[in-house]
Nanobody, 128 residues
């Protein structure tokens, strides 16, 4: 069973930075997409950033391009999301997500209905 545990959320002022971590375990196949979704109050969940292990492609939502960077440390089985120049509209619960299979990152990150596993989420609050 895939398990995803997020950490690193918190309160930060606009313009600040945070780094989220996702400790992952239980993977049994080499091909998968892993990444981050978020859900703001009153809004639907949206894909923020994902990585595909098949082709190493990455996906970023337009709203975070140039500010967020996704990376992984395979030795530690950990996924990261570095968030710079944070804005109040980035306030949301951030979830680590996983999908098993062969696919470019964008195809999976664009729709939450494909995902196989979710973490419990970590809250990011950006004050103005």
């Amino acid at each position: 069973e895939v398990q995803l545990v997020e950490s690193g959320g918190g309160l930060v002022q606009a313009g600040g930075s945070l780094r989220l971590s996702c400790a992952a375990s239980g993977f049994t196949f080499d091909d998968y997409v892993i990444g981050w979704f978020r859900q703001a109050p009153g809004k639907e969940r949206e894909g923020v950033s994902c990585i595909s292990t098949t082709d190493r492609s990455t996906f970023y939502a337009d709203s975070v391009k140039g500010r967020f960077t996704v990376s992984s440390d395979n030795a530690k089985n950990t996924l990261y999301l570095r968030m710079n120049m944070l804005k109040p509209e980035d306030t949301a619960v951030y979830y680590c997500v996983y999908w098993q299979g062969i696919s470019p990152a964008e195809a999976i990150c664009s729709a939450s209905t494909y995902l196989d596993a979710w973490g419990q989420g970590t809250l990011v609050t950006v004050s103005s």
